[in-house]
């Protein structure tokens, strides 16, 4: 149902608008033999807090700092010194020093587990959407699993995209301006 004048709804928006969409085509990916320094670098490197982990083009599992965080559990105690590290509060932009400086704090911190592979700490529960559903499908997965991405695959199971919170967001603000003009 439409209002009087002329504009979508959010529930219009959320049923008319496919993943496909809204995703981003470009992602980061980690490979299952990949370090955990190796990710720690591409996390602050790209400023991301997770990325899908891939092998033969398809989605095995996902890795995030939670799992960082995770992770680091196995060999201490201590989560609250690791968490004030910063490591994943980098704001928008990074200067080389800032950088550099972060990024030795992490390999300091993860320095007992630097060297596990990716794939022995990686969430497998993998949530993933259909380039063909709807937002408010992806929105629900996310809201049910309580997770801030979600993968795009297509009908082999072969990862095209991803969809973060930000890019559902991103999204609806985009949406919401140009909604009256004929999207």
């Known amino acids: ?5 002329g504009l979508m709804t959010i529930q219009q928006w959320m049923s008319e608008t496919r993943a496909s969409d809204i995703m981003s085509r470009k992602i980061v990916t980690f490979d299952p033999q990949d370090t955990l320094a190796e990710v720690a670098e591409k996390l602050l490197a790209k400023q991301i807090s997770g990325a899908p982990v891939v092998s033969g083009g398809r989605c095995v599992g996902v890795f995030s700092v939670y799992d960082m965080l995770e992770a680091e559990n196995e060999v201490t105690t201590n989560r609250t010194e690791f968490a004030q590290s910063s490591f994943w509060d980098s704001g928008l932009s990074l200067p ?3 950088y550099e400086d972060k990024l030795a704090a992490v390999r300091a911190k993860i320095a007992p587990i630097a060297e596990h592979f990716v794939e022995r700490h990686m969430t497998r529960d993998v949530v993933t959407v259909d380039g063909t559903d709807p937002v408010a499908v992806v929105i629900q997965k996310m809201v049910d699993g309580h997770i801030h991405r979600v993968v795009v695959v297509d009908e082999e199971s072969h990862v095209v995209g991803l969809i973060s919170t930000i890019d559902v967001l991103a ?10 003009a004929g999207k």
């Open 96 to 98: 080389v020093q800032v």
């Open 1 to 5: 149902q439409q209002q009087e004048n």
């Open 171 to 180: 999204a609806l603000m985009k949406g919401s301006r140009t909604a009256g």
